[in-house]
């Protein structure tokens, strides 16, 4: 009997234990934010996959985030490199504050109990503080992210100046060579240096255009029937009446926007990961930036819907598919048919957290 009541006590617990598929992010999702984030935190491939091995170690439901696992476990789900190998990359890892190292008097990885003072020791690899970093990787992975999309779009531009400057002068220098430095890994401030200097022998510049402009702009740099009935079009919308109504209805939907308690009682999900009090749209939208990639939404995807919907509808929509994404197959193709599909302009977030409110009340 004293052995069913120590056990039954040491099991009460288990119902508050974490989870790895429901309360915490999936492990392909952590895996993702630090590969995104390497960058800032000086960490290659290799030492990620290690740490990914030992995620996978992780029981689905517990109480802890600690790894007990063996060198000759984490080798084998590592494909057979060495003891060596794993300690350099648990020493890489605990220089980044992603894990701490708990070692037992003989070196082992075990768990002991103090049943009667209900205290416990766990020796082994304690991946807390990576659990407790997520938002702040999440934030470093959407920045690397936009880096690299800055740094895809310039050297994309560099080629293209120096193809223009190769049609017309072939045995050009400048653009030959800048070809070549394109083989290279350039940063960022590298490939502004050489944009700037192509740019003064370019014979015509690159054009851009404003991907936030409307097909009606864009159409009217040139002539035709077209451009006439788009102007005709605009001052139609003009008509005071119609002012008027678009006036109200505004006034309107910000009497119905929803409010921070309906949101914060509606998505406990996307609440937990916040380090700070949500209190006003605009902690809305940046708590949104930070979980996006956390469940698999690009910045590119995201900023998409932000043209469509606007900043604050691109943020509850976030808000609103981290309560449920578990039960999404694909979520950022999921954000993308909400927010930027052929039916997104029917699409109504704060309809759709409305509903997940009730469903709250009524659980």
């Given amino acids: 009997m004293a052995f069913i009541q120590a056990a039954a006590t040491q099991r009460s617990g288990k119902g508050k234990g974490l989870s790895a598929d429901n309360s915490l992010p999936e492990r392909h999702i952590v895996v993702d934010l630090l590969r995104k984030a390497a960058p800032y935190l000086g960490l290659g491939a290799p030492v990620i996959t290690t740490l990914d091995a030992m995620l996978s170690c992780l029981p689905p439901t517990r109480d ?34 992603l894990l701490d190292r708990r070692d037992s008097p003989n070196r082992k990885r075990y768990t002991r109990h103090n049943r009667h003072e209900g205290k416990v020791m766990r020796f082994g690899f304690d991946l807390s503080p990576l659990f407790a970093r997520l938002r702040d990787l999440a934030t470093l992975a959407a920045r690397a992210e936009e880096e690299q999309e800055k740094l895809t779009y310039i050297r994309c531009k560099i080629r293209a100046v120096a193809n223009s400057i190769l049609i017309d002068a072939p045995d050009s220098d400048l653009a030959i060579e800048a070809r070549k430095a394109l083989r290279r890994k350039l940063s960022y401030t590298d490939c ?37 009935h ?52 605009s902690d809305v939208v940046t708590h949104a930036r930070t979980l996006a990639p956390m469940i698999g939404i690009d ?6 819907g932000q043209r469509r919907l606007g900043p604050l509808k691109t943020a509850l929509t976030v808000w609103a598919i981290m309560q449920f994404h578990d039960k999404i197959k694909s979520v950022g193709a999921y954000f993308r048919s909400l927010t930027s599909g052929a039916k997104s302009d029917r699409f109504d977030p704060e309809k759709l957290i409305r509903r997940l409110a009730m469903g709250q009340r009524f659980a």
């Fill in 299 to 304: 910045s590119a995807s995201y900023d998409a």
């Fill in 230 to 281: 788009h102007h005709k079009s605009n001052i139609e919308i003009i008509d005071k009446r119609t002012k008027h109504h678009l006036e109200t209805h505004e006034v309107i939907h910000d009497r119905e926007r929803i409010t921070i308690p309906e949101l914060l009682e509606a998505c406990p999900e996307a609440t937990q990961f916040s380090l700070g009090k949500i209190t006003s749209y």
């Fill in 64 to 97: 802890h985030h600690t790894v007990f696992a063996s060198n000759a476990t984490l080798a084998f789900r590592r494909n057979g490199i060495s003891d060596r190998t794993i300690r350099r990359h648990v020493a890489d890892l605990q220089d980044a504050g």
């Fill in 192 to 228: 502004t240096e050489w944009l700037s200097k192509l740019t003064e022998i370019a014979p015509e510049p690159v054009y851009e255009t404003d991907a936030t402009k409307s097909g009606t702009e864009r159409m009217a740099a040139s002539d035709g029937q077209n451009v006439r």
